[in-house]
C-alpha cells in the first residue's frame, strides 16, 4: 500500500533538495521571499549546477564514481531514490538527466526548514517554463498511480480549490504549480501562506533587467539559521544557559557557544574563487557583546593576536589559537554555577594535595595561569621510527606549543609534576622507560615503549610510533608525541624568533591541512590501512590498495584547506577556504 | 528419510571405501558436486557445481587435494597481511586473517583440514598469549595438513604455543608435568583406554628438558630424563620423539584417527564399526599416516556419496559462515564474520579447551539458531559489513529472471532441491513483498534486487541449511 507520508517526507523534499542544487542565479531572492522569514533554517541554492561544474568538485567526483564505495551505494535503497528522479526527468524532459534538471531548476530554487509541530518545509522551485514543470509533475503523478494497488490510485493526489486557489495534496503535504513555479508545503498551511506571499511578490515585482551586473555573484549555496529562534530549542537553551554546570564545555567551547548567544542571525556561503571554494559562516555577533569572562577565547584584534603557525618539515596540519585560560578562571564566578564552582576549585585543590605526593606543587588553576594565550599544535609526517622495531605503517607525529607568561615559574611548579607523572607510567603495564636528553640548551625528557625483541613480540607496533616528550624552554612550553618533533618545534621557534615571524590578521584562530601531505602520510600507513580496508571493508588486497591511492589522490587534488576565524567590523567570520589556487 | 545408519551399515568393507562411479540410478550430480565442496572445501559457487557436474569424481577430487597450482600472489599477499596482522597485536585480526584465508585460499581443502587439526590439537591463545607462536602452529599444521600425522606430531611435540598450552616448560628431570604426555595418548593418538597411567609417567619423564625462550622451543639437556622408561611395553632411554614414535606403533593409533577423520568428513549421525573402517586404518599405518590418501580415499568412496553422509552434519559456524560466502561469491568484513564467528560458538584460535569444541548438535541450541538467522539476514541484505556479498549480483550474473526462477536458483544453490517443498510459499512471499515495495516506489531495479535478497534470505534459513 502507498504510504501518503512517503510523499511528504520523502519525494517532495528528496526533489526538492535535489532540484535545489542545480537551481541556477535567477529570481533566487524572489524564493526566499515567498517562504516563511521566522523559519529555522533558510537554504538558497542559488547557483548549484555551477558547484558541480567546478573544477574542484569536478575532479573529486570524478575520483569518487572510481572508489568501489561509491559502485556499493549504487545498489543501497537511497541510490535507488536518486534513481527514480533521474528516470521521471528523463521520461518528463525527453533529454538526459542534467539538461532535464538544470531546464526544471532554470529560475532557482530555495527551501526553508523548522522543527517540532508548527515547523515544516516550504519549498519553492521555478523552471525554465511552465510546461517543463507541468510535463514532470504528470509523469510524476503516473508513475506514482502506476505503482499503486487498484483501490488507491484515484485517491492519492486530490486536487483542492480554495479561495481562488487551486492546488494539489498528496497526504499532508501540498504543493501547486503556478506560472514555472513549484510550491511545495509539508502541510496545507505553509503552502497556502507562501501562495501569499506570492501574490504579494507578484504585485510588488519590478523589472530588475540590468540590475544583475551591478550585484557581486551569487554564491552557489547559502543557508541562513535563525540563531534567535534556534536559542529557544530547548536543547539549545539548556547549551546556552549561564551560568553553567558543565565547567568542562565552558572551557572548551564557551566562547564559541557565546557566538549563538549574542548574534540574531547565522549566516553560511559557498563562494567559488578561481580554482578554490571557500565557505563563509557569519555571526552578527560583536566582540564588545562577548560576555565578560569569555573574552579570553578572543584576541582584541589590536594589541593580541595569535602566534604564526608552525611549519615543519612535511607538516600535515598546523594551528594556531588563542585562549587565555587566566582571564577564563578570572572570570569563573560569572559563568560557572556555585555547585561547579565549588566542585572545580576543590578540584583544583584535590589534584595538587594528591601530586604532591610524588614531589609536585602545582594547582592546575596555576598553571592555567602561567600558561600565555597563544597556544599552536602541529601534526607532521614522521617518515623515520625512533625505535629499533621494525614498523613498516608510520603514523603522524603530533605536538602542542604554548608559549609561557613565566618560563622559569612554570619549570619549577608544573615540570615535576609531568616528572612525576612519567615515573607513575614507568610502573604501569607497559613498563615504558624514563629517558632525557639536550638539545641546542633544551632539557628533553619523556618516555619510551621497551623495543627488546620480548617486548615487541608481544606488543602493538603501532605504539613504536610514539614516544612521548616534553620540554620546556624559549619561553615555551613544547610537548610532542615523537623526541623528533619536540625537536623540529624548537628548530622552528628558533627560526621565527630570528626572522621577527608575527600575524598580521586579527584573526583569533587559523589552521592549515596540507591535504597533499595527508595523501602521503596515507601512503606512510598504507599497510595498517590496506589490511583495515581488507578485513574490515571486505575489499581484496588489490582493490584496498587501489582505494587507498585513489584516496591519496583525491587529497592531493584537494591540495589544502585553510581556516581563519576572527571578528571584524560586521561581527564573527569564520573562512574555510578549500584548494589551492 | 532413510535412517543413515541403516544406510551405511549395507556397506561392505571390501566396497565400501572404493570410488564411487556414477550408475543409472546413482548419478553424479549438483548434489553430490556440492556436498563434496562442502565438506572438503566450506562451500561451493554456482559456477564451481555446474563445472563440477560436467567433470567426475576422479578429476575433482585429486585437485580438491592438489589446489590450484599458481598460489604466489595468494601466498605473497597473505604473508604481507599477516606480518601486519601480528604486528597489531590484535588476537580479532588474527582470527579475521585466517576467515580470510579460509574464504580465498586456492586450495580450500587443506585450510579445511588445517582447521580440523587446530580442533584435533586445540591450543588456545587465552594461555599462550602470543600471536607470533600460534601462527607458527598454524603454519605448521598447515604445513602436514594433508601431510603424514607422524611428521605433524613430532612438530606438534616440540612446537612452543603447544609447550606452553600444556605446560611442557615446566616438566623437569625430578618433577615431571603429565600433562603432554596425557594429551599425546588420549586426544592427540590413541584415545581413551589404548595407554595406561604408568605409560603416562614414563612418557611424561622422556618428554622432560623442553622450554621456551625468545618464542623458540629450546631443549635443555640437564633438565631431561635420560633414564630408561617403559612406553607402552617398549623400554630405552627415551626422549620425546621415541614417545611420538612409539605411540604412532601402536594400532590404536591408526584407528583412533581414521575414526576422526570419518566424523569430520564423511558423518557425525553413524557410528561405524572397527570392521567397516579396518581397510582404511590398515592402509593408513601402512602409508606411514599419510593424511592427503586418506582423505582423497574418503571423498572418492561410495559411502561419502551416500544418503549416510550427504547432510549428516551440522554445520560448524565456521563451516555455515565461509561456505555462505563462498556459495554467494561475494567478499566481507572478515574481523565481523570473526565476530559472528565467535557469537556462535567458534572462537578461532581459542577452542574451550584441549578437547576443542564437542561440535555436532552442541552447535545450535535456541541462542545459536537465532544468530545464525540473523547473520543470514547480514549476508543477504546487500548492504552493512556484508554488503559486497549481495545475492542481488549473484542472481543478475547469473540471468535469473521472475519470483520463481530467483527461489528455485537459491534452493538449488544452497540445498540443491530446487522443487523443494517450501518454494511455493517463499514464491507467494515475494509476490506479496513486490507489491509493497512498488508501492513504495521503489525502482524496478531495485524491487529484482530486493526480491532476490529476500528469497536468499529466506531460503537460507530454512532448516536444512544448517546441514552439511
Given at each position: 500500500m502507498i504510504d501518503t507520508r512517503l510523499c511528504r517526507r520523502f519525494i517532495l523534499p528528496a526533489l526538492a533538495g535535489v532540484l535545489a542544487l542545480f537551481a541556477a542565479d535567477r529570481a533566487s531572492g524572489d524564493h526566499r521571499s515567498l517562504l516563511p522569514p521566522d523559519d529555522l533554517v533558510i537554504v538558497e541554492v542559488p547557483r548549484g549546477s555551477e558547484l558541480l561544474d567546478h573544477p574542484?568538485?569536478?575532479?573529486?567526483?570524478?575520483?569518487?564514481?572510481?572508489?568501489?564505495?561509491?559502485?556499493?551505494?549504487?545498489?543501497?535503497?537511497?541510490?535507488?531514490?536518486?534513481?527514480?528522479?533521474?528516470?521521471?526527468?528523463?521520461?518528463?524532459?525527453?533529454?538526459?538527466?542534467?539538461?532535464?534538471?538544470?531546464?526544471?531548476t532554470a529560475g532557482g530554487a530555495a527551501v526553508a526548514f523548522s522543527p517540532g509541530k508548527t515547523g515544516g518545509v516550504t519549498a519553492v522551485i521555478a523552471a525554465a517554463d511552465a510546461k517543463a514543470l507541468q510535463r514532470f509533475i504528470a509523469v510524476a503523478q503516473r508513475h506514482v498511480r502506476s505503482r499503486l494497488p487498484e483501490p488507491q490510485r484515484s485517491g492519492v493526489y486530490r486536487t483542492v480549490r480554495k479561495a481562488g486557489r487551486e492546488y494539489t495534496k498528496v497526504g499532508e503535504a501540498a504543493f501547486a504549480l503556478v506560472g514555472n513555479r513549484l510550491l511545495f508545503g509539508s502541510n496545507e498551511r505553509r503552502l497556502l501562506d507562501a501562495l501569499k506571499r506570492l501574490d504579494l511578490v507578484k504585485r510588488e515585482e519590478r523589472p530588475q533587467r540590468g540590475a544583475k551586473a551591478d550585484r557581486p555573484p551569487a554564491p552557489y549555496l547559502r543557508v541562513s539559521v535563525n540563531a534567535a529562534g534556534l536559542r529557544k530549542l530547548p536543547d539549545v537553551a539548556k547549551l546556552l544557559k549561564l551560568p553553567a554546570r558543565e565547567a568542562g564545555a565552558v572551557a572548551l567551547l564557551g566562547g564559541w557557544t557565546d557566538l549563538l548567544r549574542n548574534g540574531n542571525r547565522l549566516a553560511a556561503e559557498l563562494v567559488p574563487d578561481g580554482n578554490s571554494l571557500e565557505l563563509r559562516v557569519r555571526s552578527a555577533a560583536t566582540r564588545a557583546a562577548t560576555t565578560p569572562g569569555l573574552t579570553g577565547f578572543f584576541t582584541d584584534g589590536k594589541r593580541e593576536t595569535i602566534a604564526p603557525l608552525l611549519q615543519l618539515p612535511n607538516t600535515i596540519y598546523a594551528a594556531s589559537w588563542y585562549r587565555d585560560y587566566r582571564s577564563l578562571w578570572n572570570g569563573r564566578s560569572k559563568l560557572l554555577t556555585a555547585k561547579s564552582l565549588k566542585t572545580i576549585e576543590e578540584g583544583d585543590e584535590t589534584i595538587r594535595k594528591q601530586f604532591s605526593v610524588i614531589g609536585g606543587k602545582m594547582l592546575p588553576s596555576r598553571a592555567f595561569s602561567l600558561m600565555g594565550p597563544r597556544f599552536r599544535a602541529v601534526a607532521v609526517r614522521q617518515p623515520k621510527s625512533e625505535y629499533r622495531v621494525d614498523q613498516p605503517s608510520r603514523l603522524p607525529a603530533g605536538g602542542l606549543a604554548i608559549e609561557l607568561r613565566d618560563e622559569s615559574a612554570f619549570r619549577d611548579e608544573v615540570v615535576p609534576f609531568f616528572r612525576g607523572l612519567s615515573l607513575i607510567l614507568t610502573f604501569g603495564e607497559q613498563k615504558m622507560l624514563l629517558y632525557k636528553s639536550k638539545y641546542k640548551g633544551a632539557d628533553l625528557a619523556g618516555l619510551r615503549f621497551r623495543d627488546d625483541a620480548a617486548s615487541a613480540s608481544q606488543a602493538d607496533h603501532i605504539r613504536y610510533n610514539f614516544a612521548p616528550t616534553y620540554a620546556v624552554t624559549r619561553g615555551h612550553f613544547f610537548a610532542g608525541s615523537s623526541a623528533t618533533i619536540v625537536r623540529q618545534m624548537i628548530d622552528e621557534i628558533d627560526r621565527q624568533s630570528r626572522e621577527r615571524a608575527a600575524v598580521r590578521t586579527t584573526a583569533t584562530e587559523m589552521q592549515r591541512l596540507s591535504l597533499t601531505e595527508a595523501a602521503q602520510a596515507v601512503r606512510d600507513f598504507g599497510s595498517t590501512l590496506t589490511l583495515a580496508l581488507s578485513f574490515n571493508g571486505g575489499l581484496s588486497v588489490a582493490e584496498s590498495k587501489r582505494e587507498l591511492e585513489l584516496l591519496a589522490k583525491l587529497l592531493a587534488t584537494v591540495g589544502e584547506i585553510t581556516t581563519e576565524a576572527g571578528f571584524d567590523k560586521r561581527g564573527f567570520l569564520y573562512r574555510v577556504r578549500i584548494g589551492k589556487n | 528419510m532413510p535412517d543413515p545408519q541403516r544406510q551405511f551399515d549395507r556397506f561392505d568393507p571390501e566396497t565400501a571405501w572404493q570410488a564411487y562411479y556414477p550408475l543409472g540410478t546413482n548419478p553424479w550430480n549438483a548434489e553430490k558436486v556440492a556436498h563434496l565442496y562442502r565438506r572438503a572445501a566450506f562451500g561451493v559457487s554456482a559456477k564451481t557445481v555446474k563445472e563440477g557436474v560436467d567433470s567426475s569424481p576422479s578429476v575433482v577430487v585429486p585437485r580438491l587435494l592438489r589446489g590450484a597450482r599458481d598460489r604466489r600472489q595468494f601466498d605473497d599477499e597473505y604473508r604481507a597481511l599477516r606480518e601486519e596482522v601480528i604486528r597489531s597485536g590484535d588476537p580479532k585480526q588474527f582470527k579475521a586473517l585466517w576467515l580470510h584465508r579460509m574464504l580465498y585460499s586456492p586450495h580450500p581443502l587443506q585450510e579445511r583440514m588445517t582447521l580440523f587439526w587446530h580442533n584435533h590439537f586445540a591450543t588456545s591463545n587465552a594461555k599462550v598469549g602470543n600471536l607470533r607462536m600460534m601462527q607458527r602452529q598454524q603454519d605448521a599444521l598447515r604445513k602436514h595438513a594433508l601431510g603424514h600425522f607422524g611428521e605433524m606430531l613430532q612438530e606438534m611435540t616440540r612446537d612452543p604455543a603447544m609447550i606452553l598450552w600444556l605446560d611442557s616448560n615446566t616438566n623437569k628431570k625430578g618433577k615431571p608435568n603429565e600433562n603432554y604426555a596425557r594429551e599425546v595418548f588420549e586426544l592427540f593418538s590413541l584415545g581413551v583406554g589404548n595407554y595406561t597411567e604408568k605409560d603416562i609417567q614414563e612418557a611424561a619423564r622422556a618428554l622432560t628438558g623442553w622450554d621456551v625462550r625468545n618464542g623458540q622451543a629450546v631443549f635443555n639437556p640437564a633438565e631431561h630424563d635420560a633414564g630408561n622408561k617403559t612406553i607402552l611395553g617398549r623400554t630405552g632411554p627415551w626422549a620425546a620423539g621415541d614417545v611420538v614414535r612409539i605411540a604412532l606403533e601402536q594400532p590404536a593409533c591408526a584407528r583412533f584417527l581414521v575414526r576422526k577423520i570419518f566424523r569430520e568428513l564423511v558423518s557425525e549421525t553413524v557410528e561405524p564399526s572397527d570392521r567397516i573402517l579396518k581397510p582404511l586404518v590398515t592402509e593408513y599405518q601402512l602409508r606411514n599416516y599419510d593424511t592427503g590418501w586418506l582423505v582423497g580415499r574418503l571423498l572418492r568412496s561410495w559411502v561419502f556419496y551416500s544418503s549416510a553422509a550427504i547432510g549428516q552434519k551440522i554445520k560448524p559456524p565456521v563451516d555455515f559462515l565461509v561456505g555462505t560466502v563462498r556459495m554467494l561469491e561475494g567478499r566481507v568484513s572478515v574481523r565481523h564474520l570473526a565476530d559472528v564467528a565467535d557469537s556462535l560458538g567458534q572462537s578461532l584460535f581459542y577452542p574451550p579447551s584441549v578437547n576443542g569444541w564437542?561440535?555436532?548438535?552442541?552447535?545450535?541450541?535456541?541462542?545459536?539458531?537465532?544468530r545464525r538467522q540473523n547473520a543470514m539476514f547480514e549476508f543477504t541484505r546487500g548492504t552493512g559489513p556484508a554488503g559486497r556479498c549481495d545475492p542481488a549480483g549473484l542472481v543478475r550474473r547469473n540471468g535469473v529472471r521472475g519470483d520463481e526462477a530467483t527461489v528455485r536458483f537459491f534452493l538449488e544453490l544452497f540445498l540443491q532441491q530446487p522443487r523443494h517443498e517450501s518454494l511455493s510459499r517463499i514464491v507467494a512471499h515475494l509476490q506479496q513483498s513486490r507489491r509493497r515495495l512498488r508501492a513504495q516506489l521503489y525502482t524496478d531495479t531495485a524491487v529484482e534486487q530486493q526480491l532476490a535478497r529476500e528469497a536468499a534470505h529466506l531460503v537460507g534459513t530454512l532448516p536444512e541449511y544448517q546441514l552439511m
Open positions: 574542484l568538485a569536478t575532479r573529486l567526483l570524478a575520483g569518487l564514481e572510481k572508489s568501489s564505495q561509491w559502485q556499493g551505494l549504487k545498489s543501497t535503497p537511497q541510490f535507488d531514490r536518486l534513481r527514480l528522479i533521474r528516470r521521471l526527468i528523463e521520461k518528463a524532459s525527453g533529454e538526459d538527466w542534467k539538461t532535464g534538471l538544470r531546464k526544471l | 564437542d561440535g555436532g548438535s552442541d552447535w545450535i541450541n535456541s541462542t545459536t539458531l537465532l
